[in-house]
């Protein structure tokens, strides 16, 4: 059965990403920058919660079987289960 994309949800956490990684550039690249920009690159912790959300998201999505509800296992991967 082949995996389903989220393209949408891998876009979005493609953004998520650059968030965080231009709010680390900030200090360094952002002198002088307009004040509503200096507000959306402080925020780049928010990135980081939306990437770590998406990625659990997507993984879950991609792997559960839809008839089943059930996580399938990639070949050569270990299989643990909780509960």
């Known amino acids: 059965m082949p995996l389903r ?7 979005l956490r493609f953004v ?4 965080v990684l231009v709010g680390h ?3 360094t ?3 002088g920058w307009p004040g509503w920009a200096m507000n959306f ?5 928010i990135g980081v919660s939306l990437f770590f959300l998406l990625s659990g998201f997507i993984l879950v ?5 839809p008839e089943t509800r059930e996580m399938r296992a990639q ?7 909780v509960g």
């Open 75 to 81: 070949k050569g991967s270990p299989v643990v289960t």
């Open 41 to 45: 690159v402080r925020t780049g912790y």
């Open 5 to 11: 994309v989220l393209h949408a949800l891998t876009g």
């Open 61 to 65: 999505y991609t792997q559960l079987d």
């Open 25 to 27: 550039l900030s200090g």
């Open 29 to 31: 690249f952002a002198q």
């Open 16 to 19: 998520a990403a650059l968030h």
